[in-house]
């Protein structure tokens, strides 16, 4: 059929597209997802003017325009500042004074794995401004990595919408930490600062030499299946410094026999410490 996003995705072509999903991010997808699929990728067949045959062509190039703009459309997730608030909690009242009780010079290195458009990691940089005041006389590094590039040009930036400032953060916070300019509001230089955006596939680290004392890996897991499960979390193991701790979201766990974590809780938060 034409190339208008009207074309029809034959079944053989579908299951081409969930095998390529799950090999290029880890997505578990199904038969049932047919809808999710067109309507993410229709608009892809419009702007570069093919059809799902040539685009299944096309795709098989990793570092092709028409790749990256499949894994943007498919691995976009709705994120907001403060999203489920239990792990920013956690990070004020236990995980950093745990950490800098300890060594009040430490580095404190904290990564943000899959940060999507960036509303996670700055919502770090916003925990820790308030309980360290002024972020100069600490060590801090923030790292936010995720698979598309479109996500991380943009997070980078740091730039947000009146509608995305407002969801999760009090008027307040948005004086605070954002400066206005023609309805859009941008993160403060000092909070942009320590944060750094880079390309990062959490399934495939290959390379990845630095080692954090906490990890965000927040709504990922569940799309994946048991055996990427297993590989993201030995992945997230990996990255994290003896005794570090990793923070994964509300509806998902880590299963007892993969024996590198030990599960943690304080006052309704649950976290995972590393034990090997």
């Known amino acids: 059929m034409g190339n208008d996003g009207s074309a029809v995705m034959t079944d053989h072509e579908l299951n081409q597209f969930i095998e390529h999903v799950r090999c290029q991010t880890g997505i578990n997808l199904d038969a049932s997802k047919r ?21 299944l062509k096309v795709v098989s190039v990793t570092n092709s ?3 990256q703009a499949l894994i943007s459309a498919i691995t976009t997730n709705e994120t907001y500042f403060f999203r489920d608030e239990h792990p920013f ?92 300019n023609d309805g859009r509001y941008q993160v403060k230089p000092e909070l942009r600062s320590i944060v750094s955006f880079s390309k990062q596939n959490i399934l495939k680290p290959v390379g990845m030499i630095a080692k954090y004392n906490i990890v965000f890996c927040r709504n990922v897991v569940n ?13 997230l193991a990996d990255m994290l410094l003896p005794g570090g701790v990793l923070v994964i979201g509300a509806t998902e766990f880590i299963d007892d026999k993969l024996g590198r974590f030990v599960k943690k809780s304080d006052k ?8 090997n």
């Open 65 to 67: 325009v028409e790749n």
């Open 268 to 275: 309704g938060s649950v976290y995972y410490k590393k034990v």
């Open 89 to 180: 909690n956690l990070l004020k009242y236990r995980l950093i004074p745990d950490l800098l009780g300890k060594n009040e010079s430490a580095v404190v290195k904290i990564a943000s794995a899959a940060c999507s458009s960036g509303q996670e990691a700055y919502s770090i940089t916003m925990v820790l401004k308030e309980i360290l005041f002024d972020l100069a006389k600490f060590r801090v590094q923030i790292q936010a990595f995720d698979i598309s590039d479109d996500i991380i040009v943009a997070a980078s930036r740091g730039e947000y919408s009146k509608f995305e400032v407002e969801r999760g953060l009090s008027d307040e916070k948005i004086r605070s930490y954002f400066d206005c």
């Open 35 to 55: 809808y999710l699929l067109e309507s993410r990728l229709g608009p892809i067949l419009q702007q570069f003017t093919i059809t799902y045959s040539e685009l």
């Open 223 to 235: 799309y994946f299946g048991f055996k990427d499960r297993s590989l993201l979390f030995d992945n």
